[in-house]
């Protein structure tokens, strides 16, 4: 009996086996409880004697997260031909629990993911929990790499083709009502009586021989004919390109997998999967979204804080400040999270709003089927509004996210301080004002902190944490505790002008309206940053922001870097002719029908053409340059000044906060891809442009050392 899967025999000649990695919160399948697993089943697979087995987790609410992390790392830098022989082992083991002399089912309750999937597809059949912790899917293409363990050929086998492709190329898990609707799994029942129901399927697989069966159903192709197949692949293949713009080729690679294997014997579909997967390992691309994954992985296990001795207060309840587009947003992120929220704002028009908001959050969840109507009614039942801040009298931490004035938050700052706990924590959402000095205006600075959420809140997963040059340990710890709590991303960022993400960007949106004056189109610009991999043009995302806050972000960031920001006269113009809000002018009128291109404004080209000065035709990688230079450099001042503790907070800040394209794995990772020494040669071409094209420091040494912003994966893959 091996100590990562313990065996036990139950009545009636049926085996339990219990999957606990030693030591570990989750289970994973790395090489060596894969070593283990194959001798246990090697010695079942004796067992003629049994009645059937079942498969069970020893970790309360987690089945199987996946593979290994570390050998998830090396398919990065191995070869092809590595990559099949390490896959064929997984396959080998696999294809012997689908042979084993008796029925198998395995009983999931948690996150059943990639490998922990496939492993559960070659058994005969599966029960899931019906808690709302348990997700059954395939995440692979996810992180750059397709199902490898046979998910592409089991999946479509057991599920139908049509479910299987969109399962797989879109990497969403299925919750267990949707697992047991796609007959993904036999059933959805009550935790506890998993077991039991396990018992019950193995007595009727055995009665009816139902499991022999199926396993012959399943070893064979699914028998599709050409037109069924043209038409199940084209349909496939469009919406996959349309969606990855053809800059992520795992889905696709899977979708070849899947078209090559599905019709022929389990068998050959598995080999047309190792020869599949040999197309992805080893690329930049991979390499990247994987190192994204390890990213995040860090992020959601950093404290925030280096001292260990260091721990978070607890949170029970929380006041919210403002119930305007974010106010409303925080309260509603902390309320379906089951904390306590209070929602102050100065009168009852503006609560009724703000109380709108955040049901319309949870609407359109239950739309999707994402939320059911008991979780709106539990967020509602957190939810408490009033127009005097007495109610923040018990609230452990109180954010603030009311108009972004100086002057208006530090009295609104002296007012919370007379009704709230003295031990309580106080945030502020500012997207623009120095957190040291809005702590001045509070009673304990060492409690205050920035706590920064993007728009839309629900949608956005980042949160800067801010410190300011007085804001304890315990205070961030708390705070990015919290901020995991509500299913949010933090990163701890030292004060600064933009903080992280606002600050990198901007020499990016004031690049985009310099090239406006030399005349390069709107489109021209957006086009170079969209095909760059930006989810949207730096021109359209100031529609998006709006006039005013770009221009009040731009004076507040461009007065702090003076020497690298220059004033844009069209947006000054573009302001005073129409002013702020909801008459600002636009570069671009909304298209005229669903999906057709927006048109630029003609009041706007007419203010860009008073501005022009020149007009040399500019190519694409010219003003690809232009964009995305200037910020790399803010970037690697960011680091200088040690804003952030490492370049994987840089990367994945802008991954999150502002969509920069996670195939290139960030904007530090791509300039490693580059080269440091590539990006200073380009950067001299542009020395006239002044100091927002000079190499920094730290640039300029690693292109004189050979360096690089993280260190080089190992090529050796033993
Ligand atoms: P908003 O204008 O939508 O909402 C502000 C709310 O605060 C309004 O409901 C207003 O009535 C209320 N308010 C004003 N003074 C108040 C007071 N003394 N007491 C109680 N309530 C008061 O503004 P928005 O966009 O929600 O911004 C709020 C804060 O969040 C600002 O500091 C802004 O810089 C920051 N922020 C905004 C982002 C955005 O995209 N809009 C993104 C990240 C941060």
Redo the contacts with the bound molecule.
Sequence with gaps: MSETFRLEELDGKIALVTFDLPDKKVNTLGQSSLRELAGLVAKLAQRTDLRGLLFQSGKPGQFVAGADLNDLAMLAVITPEQATGALAAGHQIYNQISNLPFPTVALIDGNCLGGGTELVLSMDDRIASDASHTAIGLPETKVGLIPGWGGTQRLPRLIGLNPAIEMITSGEPANAQKAAALGLVFDAVPADRLVEEGRRRIESLQKTGEWKDRREQLRKGLGLDQDQMMFAFAVAEGFVKQKTKGQYPAPLVALKAIREGCNLPLDEGLKAEQKAVGELVGSPILGNLIAIFFMKNRLTRDPGVSDPSIQPRQIHSIGV???????AGIATAHARSGIRTAM???DDD?LKDGLQRASDVVMSRIRIGRATPEDMAKMLAMLNTSTNPSVFADADLIVE????NED?KKE?FRKIAQVMKPEAILAS????ISITRLAESTPHPDRFVGM????PVDRMELVEVIRGEKTSDETVATVVALAKKIRKTPIVVRDCAGFLVNRVLFPYMNEAQVLLREGVSMEAIDRASTRFGMPMGPITLTDLVGLA?TVYAGKVVGAAYPDRSVESPILLEMLQTSGGGKSAMRFYNAPKAKGSRPEPNPAALEIIQKHQAGGQPMDEPEITDRLFLPMLLEATRVLEEGIVREPGDVDMGLILGIGFPPFRGGILRWADTVGAQNLVDKLSKYAHLGKRFEPTESLRKLARDGGSFYPRPKQDAS
């Design positions: 400040l403002g119930t305007g587009l974010m106010g102050v704002d100065i503006r996210a009311i108009t972004e208006a609104a959402n500012t997207s623009t920064h959420f993007f728009n806050t």
